[in-house]
C-alpha cells in the first residue's frame, strides 16, 4: 500500500530565516505531487505541482519553490521566510492515470515569527 | 481558472437532524470528491465521483454528482457528534485539483 511522509510535523522559524519542507512517497512509482498551503481557518491554495523529476508547476508567485530530486521525493524551500508564510503545509500525490484522487500527508505546521 | 464555491461555509446542526452541504463549480467537469478535514489534521478522502448520476454512501454520508449542473451534493443523515468536521470539495481539472472553500460542520447533542 501507498503511504505518504512529510517532516517535520511543526516548525517554529523566524522572520527571514531559510526553509525546507521534505515529502516522500512510498508504494508507487512516478506519482504527481503536490504541495499546498492551508492559512489558519482558511481553504487549500495550491503551490506547486510537479508531473515527474524535475518538472515543475508554480501557480502562485511568492518567495517559496520547489524541487523533486528524486521520483517520490518533493521539496519545499524558502531562502528567506514572510510572517505570511505561516500556515499548514500539505504535500499530495496521486497517480496520474485515469483518474487523479489526490491523498495527503499528515502536513506541517509552520508558525514564522 | 475553474471555480468551485460550497455553502454553507458554516453549520451547526443538532443531532438526528439531516442536512445538505452543495457544490458548485463553474466548467465542466467529470470527477468530484469530497474530504474531511479534522481540526488540526489533514485531508481524508471521503468520495469519490466521476460520472454524472454518480452516487456514494458512506454510513450517515452520502454524495452525488449532476455534471449537467455542475453540482454535486453531501447530504447528512441523522447527524452525530462525530460528523463535526470541515468537509471540502474539489473538482477535477488537468493535472489540478480546485478546491472549494469548505464547510465547517458542528452537531450539537
Known amino acids: 500500500s501507498q503511504t505518504i511522509h512529510q517532516w517535520p510535523a511543526t516548525l517554529v522559524q523566524p522572520v527571514g530565516s531559510p526553509l525546507s519542507l521534505e515529502c516522500t512517497v512510498e508504494?508507487?512509482?512516478?506519482?504527481?505531487l503536490y504541495w499546498y498551503r492551508q492559512a489558519a481557518g482558511r481553504g487549500l491554495q495550491l503551490l506547486f505541482y510537479?508531473?515527474?523529476?524535475?518538472?515543475i508547476s508554480s501557480e502562485v508567485p511568492q518567495n517559496l519553490s520547489a524541487s523533486r530530486p528524486q521520483d517520490r521525493q518533493f521539496i519545499l524551500s524558502s531562502k528567506k521566510l514572510l510572517l505570511s508564510d505561516s500556515g499548514f503545509y500539505l504535500c499530495?500525490?496521486?497517480?496520474?492515470?485515469?483518474?487523479?484522487?489526490?491523498?495527503f500527508g499528515p502536513g506541517t505546521r509552520l508558525t514564522v515569527l | 481558472e475553474l471555480k468551485v464555491e460550497q455553502n454553507p461555509l458554516f453549520l451547526s446542526m443538532q443531532e438526528g437532524k439531516n442536512y445538505t452541504i452543495y457544490c458548485n463549480y463553474s466548467?465542466?467537469?467529470?470527477?468530484l470528491y469530497w474530504y474531511r478535514q479534522d481540526p488540526g489534521k489533514s485531508l481524508e478522502s471521503l468520495f469519490v465521483?466521476?460520472?454524472?448520476?454518480a452516487v456514494k454512501q458512506e454510513g450517515r454520508l452520502m454524495a452525488s454528482l449532476d455534471t449537467k449542473a455542475r453540482l454535486s451534493t453531501l447530504h447528512i443523515t441523522a447527524a452525530v457528534h462525530d460528523l463535526s468536521a470541515t468537509y471540502f470539495c474539489?473538482?477535477?481539472?488537468?493535472?489540478?485539483?480546485?478546491f472549494g472553500t469548505g464547510t465547517s460542520l458542528t452537531v450539537i447533542p
Open positions: 499530495a500525490w496521486s497517480e496520474g492515470s485515469s483518474y487523479n484522487e489526490q491523498f
Open positions: 508504494g508507487t512509482s512516478n506519482p504527481n
Open positions: 510537479s508531473v515527474g523529476i524535475g518538472q
Open positions: 466548467t465542466t467537469s467529470d470527477r
Open positions: 465521483l466521476l460520472s454524472n448520476g
Open positions: 474539489a473538482v477535477e481539472g488537468g493535472n489540478q485539483f480546485y
